[in-house]
């Protein structure tokens, strides 16, 4: 296999992402994403399809096993090649890892991803513990934890360790849910639809100390379409519209108990004793080495290589845990680089425009083909169009990250975009 | 080949479990709910909307599950008899804790770990104090989960510590085991939790710890309306 072959992405859209208020089925869902798509990229034929990897994490939510199948006879692709990806709340990022391979193989020359969650069809509580599930059920579920519980023990420790404050991360809760104001599709904009302070995060109620309502990502029904080809097929549909080249990909994986990382025998090996314990995301740090390194960006500066980051901020602590991870700041630095708003739109780095899992939604299986779409927008100058303005859109983006994250950083995916030559 | 394979099919794997094929599941204690049935798929309910465009209903599963805890049989059992049991490994002396019945170490090629029992002390490496929680656990908030790493063991178990205001929890605080009374206990982590050892006092309130009172006054207000 030769590293000459580039993969490409050239459109993409979402339904709005909502709870309770989102009556469509998830095969109509699909068809009316694909249909919008249609209209950003009048060259592209649906016949072309030749493969499509579905990304669907739990079929608790609908009870409907492969419910792949239903979409795809819907949208009429019978007998072309599909399956489905699931890896908890990567689905999405390893939905796009899968088919970069295929393409990147030579098995596919055009594989749209389709991505859903419908988590509205249970109560919130009820909808925590489906997710849950996903923990070590035997020891973690049955002590009553639950993901937001996990990541704040993580979290508070963290939080210790590196000398910031809840203040610090209620920042970054602010700068997502605020930047989803300027999304007509995010749910925070559809639902809540309000700009709120640092203050209001401190004073929403407790979920696990320090983590508040505001610092965690919202429950999501909706549904993704992201199309990724082969280069020569984005030169053939899209040179017109604009596309994106994937240049790096990582993906790497954690325990499934947290408290399994004190001294795990593999991190050891890589990174030391004593990392990533229950505070570092280990598979991010990995993973993001693995998309530099494929895409030539350096470690010490990635930074200021990056212009723009879709970050998978489950909860505001997890982002700025991600930073860290990501090689953006250090011990002696992350309190600083929040503080220095430098994820804000007028920061150096901007992270989550379109308003992440805390604004746009966390549809789980659509949740990392939104942000690549997200990505692909602001990397191609269509926000304005998609957005409500153009002050969501980062001036002259020409390379961004995407970051997709499972477990309690169990599975974790990294992928660096950029503008393909005339792509804009 | 089939002649090949079926003496490769006798030779003995020393990990797998040896037990009576199939095994007598004879010792039965049941403490199910009197209304757990299983009742399958069955349509409860639907309403239709104001205009009459929109259908949805309510589906209702239930379903029972048989959880086969296999080689991990020793734990439950231990729990039964108020032990912990955790593992170790033969080659390396990496000790778990909840017990891996192989080790995680590649350079000891899968060996099967040894049933150890574990300390009932330890110390908490993190914790948080819960104010929401999944379906099942809401009527205890606020509570304290903490990671404990039990004494000489190489991980850290999730788990509540109770008899304790839920601000008083620290780092590094000494924490023991308290299983509940032995005819409630089901073989499940649940049949322990974590309470503070003897002689520790919580220290003095602080403004951290008067942060966290405050933010689980709402907390304790919201779990009397369930």
Redesign the interface.
């Known amino acids: 296999m030769t590293e000459t072959k580039k993969v490409c992405v050239i459109g993409g859209n979402t339904t709005p992402f909502d709870y309770n208020n989102l009556?469509m089925t998830i095969e109509a869902m699909a068809a009316n994403a694909f249909h919008e798509t249609m209209d950003d990229l009048p060259e592209f034929n649906p016949r072309d399809i030749d493969f499509v990897v579905y990304s669907h994490f739990s079929v608790h939510f609908g009870?409907q096993l492969a419910p792949e199948w239903i979409i795809h006879d819907h949208l009429g692709l019978v007998g072309i090649p599909h399956f489905r990806v699931e890896n908890g709340g990567n689905t999405g990022g390893c939905s796009l890892y899968a088919a970069y391979a295929l393409v990147k193989a030579g098995l596919a020359d055009v594989c749209p991803v389709i991505g859903w969650e419908t988590m509205d069809t249970v109560?919130q509580?009820?909808g925590?513990?489906f997710i849950?599930l996903a923990s070590?059920t035997?020891?973690?579920?049955?002590?009553?934890?639950?993901y937001?519980?996990?990541y704040?023990?993580?979290?508070?420790?963290f939080m210790?360790e590196n000398k910031m404050k809840?203040e610090d991360f209620a920042l970054i809760a602010m700068k997502n849910r605020n930047n989803a104001m300027d999304n007509p599709k995010a749910q925070w904009y559809r639902n809540e639809h309000k700009y709120i302070t640092v203050d209001d995060v401190m004073n929403s109620?407790?979920?696990?100390?320090?983590?508040?309502k505001y610092d965690c990502c919202l429950m999501s029904n909706g549904l993704a379409v992201l199309i990724v080809c082969s280069e020569e097929y984005a030169k053939q549909v899209a040179k017109d519209s604009g596309y994106v080249t994937i240049d790096g990909v990582g993906l790497s994986s954690c325990t499934i108990?947290?408290?399994?990382r004190?001294?795990?025998?593999?991190w050891t090996e890589r990174y030391g004793p004593g990392y990533p314990d229950?505070?570092e995301f280990a598979a991010c740090r990995n993973s993001a080495e693995q998309a530099y390194k494929r895409a030539g960006i350096e470690w010490k500066d990635s930074h200021k290589q990056i212009n723009v980051a879709e970050i998978h901020d489950a909860f505001s602590t997890s982002e700025c845990q991600i930073y860290k991870a990501l090689g953006w700041a250090d011990t002696d630095t992350i309190a600083e680089f929040v503080r220095n708003k430098e994820t804000f739109m007028e920061g150096s780095i901007p992270a989550n425009p379109g308003g992440g899992l805390m604004g746009y939604g966390h549809p789980v299986g659509a949740t990392g083909l939104m942000s690549t779409i997200e990505c692909f927008y602001q990397l191609t100058g269509k926000i304005p169009q998609k957005h409500l303005s153009n002050k969501s859109q980062v001036p002259d983006a020409r390379v961004g990250l995407v970051n997709s994250h499972a477990g309690t950083g169990t599975s974790i995916s990294n992928f660096i975009l950029r503008t393909a030559e005339g792509g804009r | 080949m089939s002649k090949k394979a079926s003496k490769i099919s006798k030779k003995k794997n020393p990990n797998m479990h040896e037990t009576t094929c199939p095994p007598n599941m004879e010792l039965v204690r049941e403490f199910r709910d009197e209304d757990t049935k299983e009742a399958g798929l069955k349509i409860v309910d639907y309403s239709i909307s104001e205009d009459k465009t929109l259908y949805q209903n309510h589906l209702h599963y239930d379903q029972l599950y048989t959880w086969r805890f296999g080689e991990l049989s020793p734990y439950c059992l231990g729990l039964l008899e108020g032990k912990l049991m955790g593992t170790k490994c033969p080659t390396c002396g990496d000790v778990f804790f909840p017990a891996r019945v192989n080790c995680w170490n590649l350079d000891c090629k899968w060996i099967k770990t040894e049933w150890i029992e574990i300390a009932q002390k330890g110390k908490v490496h993190t914790y948080t104090v819960a104010g929401w929680s999944g379906r099942s656990s809401l009527k205890r908030l606020p509570f304290v989960l903490a990671y404990v790493i039990l004494d000489g063991v190489n991980t850290a178990v999730a788990h509540e510590i109770r008899e304790i205001e839920p601000w008083d929890a620290e780092f590094d605080m000494p924490v023991k085991v308290k299983f509940i009374p032995e005819d409630k206990r089901v073989g499940a982590i649940t049949d322990f939790y974590f309470v503070p050892d003897d002689g520790w006092e919580p220290s003095p309130m602080n403004p951290e710890k008067e942060r966290i009172k405050k933010l689980c006054e709402p907390v304790y207000e919201w779990v009397k309306t369930l």
């Not at chain 1, 035997?138 to 639950?146: N, S, T």
């Not at chain 1, 004190?262 to 593999?266: E, M, N, S, Y």
């Open positions: 009556h009870k109560t509580s009820q925590s513990e849950a070590d035997r020891y973690e579920l049955l002590v009553g934890g639950i937001p519980i996990f704040a023990a993580g979290a508070l420790k210790k809840e109620r407790l979920m696990a100390y320090p983590l508040k108990r947290a408290g399994d004190i001294a795990f025998p593999g229950l505070t």
